[in-house]
Protein backbone atom coordinates (compact mmCIF):
# COMPACT_ATOMS: atom_id res chain seq x y z
CA UNK A 1 0.00 0.00 0.00
CA UNK A 2 1.26 3.50 -0.89
CA UNK A 3 -0.29 6.37 0.62
CA UNK A 4 -0.89 8.85 -2.19
CA UNK A 5 0.61 12.25 -2.46
CA UNK A 6 2.17 11.57 1.07
CA UNK A 7 5.41 11.23 2.27
CA UNK A 8 6.61 7.65 3.85
CA UNK A 9 7.61 7.90 7.77
CA UNK A 10 11.08 7.36 8.34
CA UNK A 11 11.31 4.91 11.49
CA UNK A 12 14.95 4.04 13.10
CA UNK A 13 14.56 1.14 15.45
CA UNK A 14 18.24 0.54 17.55
CA UNK A 15 17.98 -2.08 20.46
CA UNK A 16 21.20 -3.75 22.08
CA UNK A 17 22.20 -6.77 19.99
CA UNK A 18 20.00 -9.89 21.50
CA UNK A 19 16.97 -7.69 22.77
CA UNK A 20 15.11 -9.76 19.58
CA UNK A 21 14.40 -6.62 17.30
CA UNK A 22 14.96 -8.73 13.99
CA UNK A 23 12.57 -11.08 15.00
CA UNK A 24 10.07 -8.43 16.02
CA UNK A 25 10.70 -5.67 12.85
CA UNK A 26 10.12 -9.00 10.56
CA UNK A 27 6.64 -10.32 12.26
CA UNK A 28 5.96 -6.42 12.07
CA UNK A 29 6.96 -5.97 8.38
CA UNK A 30 4.42 -8.96 7.36
CA UNK A 31 1.50 -7.50 9.20
CA UNK A 32 1.52 -3.73 8.11
CA UNK A 33 1.09 -2.80 4.33
CA UNK A 34 3.45 0.26 2.97
CA UNK A 35 6.43 -0.22 5.15
CA UNK A 36 9.63 -2.22 4.52
CA UNK A 37 13.04 -3.25 6.25
CA UNK A 38 16.00 -0.81 4.48
CA UNK A 39 19.13 -3.83 4.03
CA UNK A 40 22.37 -2.37 4.96
CA UNK A 41 26.04 -3.30 4.11
CA UNK A 42 28.27 -4.63 5.75
CA UNK A 43 31.67 -5.89 6.72
CA UNK A 44 31.05 -8.67 9.33
CA UNK A 45 30.37 -12.08 8.18
CA UNK A 46 27.14 -13.73 7.76
CA UNK A 47 25.90 -15.92 10.39
CA UNK A 48 24.65 -19.50 9.12
CA UNK A 49 21.18 -18.69 9.05
CA UNK A 50 21.93 -15.19 7.63
CA UNK A 51 21.18 -14.72 3.19
CA UNK A 52 22.88 -12.14 0.66
CA UNK A 53 20.50 -9.36 0.29
CA UNK A 54 18.11 -10.26 2.81
CA UNK A 55 19.89 -9.44 6.09
CA UNK A 56 22.60 -7.30 4.34
CA UNK A 57 24.86 -6.66 1.64
CA UNK A 58 27.89 -8.58 2.59
CA UNK A 59 30.91 -6.61 0.87
CA UNK A 60 34.31 -6.48 1.90
CA UNK A 61 36.11 -3.64 3.63
CA UNK A 62 38.04 -2.37 0.51
CA UNK A 63 34.21 -1.95 -1.16
CA UNK A 64 32.64 -0.36 1.91
CA UNK A 65 35.55 2.05 2.05
CA UNK A 66 35.09 2.74 -1.74
CA UNK A 67 31.16 3.30 -1.42
CA UNK A 68 31.69 5.53 1.66
CA UNK A 69 34.15 7.81 -0.42
CA UNK A 70 31.45 8.32 -3.04
CA UNK A 71 29.02 9.50 -0.67
CA UNK A 72 26.79 6.18 -0.65
CA UNK A 73 25.98 6.55 2.70
CA UNK A 74 23.12 8.26 4.39
CA UNK A 75 25.26 7.35 7.49
CA UNK A 76 27.99 4.60 8.57
CA UNK A 77 29.31 3.43 12.04
CA UNK A 78 31.54 0.90 13.36
CA UNK A 79 30.23 -1.36 15.19
CA UNK A 80 32.27 -4.67 17.74
CA UNK A 81 34.74 -3.57 14.77
CA UNK A 82 32.95 -4.08 11.41
CA UNK A 83 31.41 -1.30 9.25
CA UNK A 84 27.21 -1.14 9.26
CA UNK A 85 25.82 1.92 6.59
CA UNK A 86 22.94 2.62 4.83
CA UNK A 87 22.51 3.59 1.73
CA UNK A 88 21.58 6.52 0.85
CA UNK A 89 19.28 5.26 -1.84
CA UNK A 90 17.20 3.13 0.34
CA UNK A 91 15.40 6.57 1.28
CA UNK A 92 14.26 7.14 -2.11
CA UNK A 93 10.98 5.03 -0.85
CA UNK A 94 9.66 7.79 1.24
CA UNK A 95 9.30 10.07 -1.48
CA UNK A 96 6.89 7.20 -3.10
CA UNK A 97 4.92 7.49 -0.50
CA UNK A 98 6.26 3.94 1.58
CA UNK A 99 7.34 4.02 4.97
CA UNK A 100 11.16 2.44 5.76
CA UNK A 101 12.15 1.13 8.83
CA UNK A 102 16.49 1.46 9.58
CA UNK A 103 17.80 -0.89 12.04
CA UNK A 104 20.46 0.63 12.99
CA UNK A 105 22.65 1.47 16.31
CA UNK A 106 22.48 4.48 18.42
CA UNK A 107 24.92 6.06 16.80
CA UNK A 108 23.79 6.18 13.59
CA UNK A 109 20.17 6.67 14.60
CA UNK A 110 21.83 10.69 15.85
CA UNK A 111 23.18 11.23 12.84
CA UNK A 112 20.00 10.49 11.40
CA UNK A 113 17.96 12.70 13.81
CA UNK A 114 20.82 15.81 13.43
CA UNK A 115 21.19 15.61 9.73
CA UNK A 116 17.39 14.58 8.71
CA UNK A 117 15.65 16.68 11.55
CA UNK A 118 13.42 13.21 10.89
CA UNK A 119 12.30 10.29 11.66
CA UNK A 120 10.60 8.34 14.80
CA UNK A 121 12.90 6.83 16.79
CA UNK A 122 12.10 3.59 18.70
CA UNK A 123 13.99 1.86 21.03
CA UNK A 124 13.30 -2.05 21.76
CA UNK A 125 14.35 -3.14 24.92
CA UNK A 126 15.30 -6.37 26.10
CA UNK A 127 13.60 -7.82 29.77
CA UNK A 128 16.43 -7.91 31.40
CA UNK A 129 20.00 -7.64 31.10
CA UNK A 130 19.94 -11.45 32.29
CA UNK A 131 17.86 -12.39 29.31
CA UNK A 132 19.70 -10.54 27.26
CA UNK A 133 22.95 -12.57 28.23
CA UNK A 134 21.07 -15.88 27.73
CA UNK A 135 19.69 -14.87 24.14
CA UNK A 136 23.70 -13.84 23.08
CA UNK A 137 24.66 -16.98 24.54
CA UNK A 138 22.24 -18.92 22.21
CA UNK A 139 22.82 -17.47 19.55
CA UNK A 140 24.68 -19.52 16.98
CA UNK A 141 27.99 -18.42 15.10
CA UNK A 142 29.08 -15.92 17.52
CA UNK A 143 32.65 -16.51 19.04
CA UNK A 144 32.66 -15.57 23.23
CA UNK A 145 34.97 -13.33 22.44
CA UNK A 146 31.87 -11.48 20.32
CA UNK A 147 29.50 -11.87 22.67
CA UNK A 148 31.39 -10.32 25.55
CA UNK A 149 32.24 -7.36 23.36
CA UNK A 150 28.71 -7.30 22.52
CA UNK A 151 27.50 -7.44 26.10
CA UNK A 152 29.59 -4.87 26.73
CA UNK A 153 28.13 -2.45 23.74
CA UNK A 154 24.89 -3.32 25.15
CA UNK A 155 25.64 -1.55 28.04
CA UNK A 156 26.64 1.83 26.26
CA UNK A 157 23.29 1.59 23.96
CA UNK A 158 21.61 1.33 27.33
CA UNK A 159 22.96 4.63 28.35
CA UNK A 160 21.14 6.19 24.89
CA UNK A 161 17.95 5.30 25.16
CA UNK A 162 16.20 8.21 26.89
CA UNK A 163 16.51 10.71 23.51
CA UNK A 164 14.64 7.75 21.45
CA UNK A 165 10.63 8.76 21.25
CA UNK A 166 9.12 5.14 22.01
CA UNK A 167 10.40 2.49 24.54
CA UNK A 168 9.11 -0.65 23.55
CA UNK A 169 9.85 -3.74 25.82
CA UNK A 170 10.22 -7.18 24.07
CA UNK A 171 8.97 -9.38 27.25
CA UNK A 172 6.77 -11.14 24.57
CA UNK A 173 6.91 -11.42 21.16
CA UNK A 174 3.09 -11.20 20.58
CA UNK A 175 2.74 -8.39 22.48
CA UNK A 176 5.67 -6.35 21.74
CA UNK A 177 5.02 -6.75 18.04
CA UNK A 178 1.49 -5.38 18.63
CA UNK A 179 2.92 -2.29 20.24
CA UNK A 180 5.26 -1.85 17.31
CA UNK A 181 2.66 -1.55 15.34
CA UNK A 182 0.44 0.60 16.88
CA UNK A 183 3.43 2.63 17.11
CA UNK A 184 3.60 2.67 13.22
CA UNK A 185 -0.15 3.46 12.93
CA UNK A 186 -0.29 6.18 14.91
CA UNK A 187 2.66 7.87 13.44
CA UNK A 188 0.71 7.75 10.10
CA UNK A 189 -1.68 9.71 12.02
CA UNK A 190 0.13 12.61 13.40
CA UNK A 191 -1.85 15.84 12.62
CA UNK A 192 1.37 17.63 11.40
CA UNK A 193 1.93 14.62 8.52
CA UNK A 194 -2.06 14.53 7.46
CA UNK A 195 -2.19 18.23 7.11
CA UNK A 196 0.95 18.60 5.19
CA UNK A 197 0.28 15.48 2.48
CA UNK A 198 -3.78 15.81 2.33
CA UNK A 199 -4.74 19.22 3.75
CA UNK A 200 -4.98 21.02 0.46
CA UNK A 201 -8.20 18.09 -0.30
CA UNK A 202 -10.36 19.22 2.77
CA UNK A 203 -10.10 22.85 1.65
P1 LIG B 1 24.43 -7.32 13.90
O1 LIG B 1 25.86 -7.58 13.57
O2 LIG B 1 24.04 -7.96 15.22
O3 LIG B 1 23.49 -7.64 12.78
O4 LIG B 1 24.29 -5.74 14.12
C1 LIG B 1 25.12 -5.08 15.02
C2 LIG B 1 24.61 -3.66 15.20
O5 LIG B 1 24.78 -2.91 14.00
C3 LIG B 1 23.13 -3.56 15.56
O6 LIG B 1 23.00 -2.61 16.61
C4 LIG B 1 22.51 -3.04 14.29
O7 LIG B 1 21.34 -2.30 14.53
C5 LIG B 1 23.61 -2.16 13.77
N1 LIG B 1 23.46 -1.85 12.35
C6 LIG B 1 23.02 -2.66 11.35
N2 LIG B 1 23.00 -2.00 10.18
C7 LIG B 1 23.43 -0.74 10.45
C8 LIG B 1 23.61 0.43 9.64
O8 LIG B 1 23.37 0.46 8.44
N3 LIG B 1 24.08 1.55 10.28
C9 LIG B 1 24.36 1.56 11.62
N4 LIG B 1 24.78 2.72 12.15
N5 LIG B 1 24.19 0.49 12.40
C10 LIG B 1 23.74 -0.65 11.83
Redesign the pocket.
Known amino acids: MVRGGAQGVLFIV ?2 P ?1 GAG ?1 TTLLRKVISQLSGVSLSI ?3 T ?1 DPRPDEREEVD ?1 FFVPRTKFINMEKEEKFI ?3 E ?2 G ?1 L ?3 PRANLEKLQRGEDLI ?4 T ?2 ARKIKEELQNGVLIFILPPSLEVLRERLRGRSGDSEEAIQARLQNAQN ?1 LDQMAWYDYIVINREVKEATKELTSIILAERCKTARVLRDRGGEYG
Do not use: M, P
Request: no cysteine; net charge negative; hydrophobic share 30%.
Open positions: SASKSFTRYEWAVHDYGTLEIDQGE
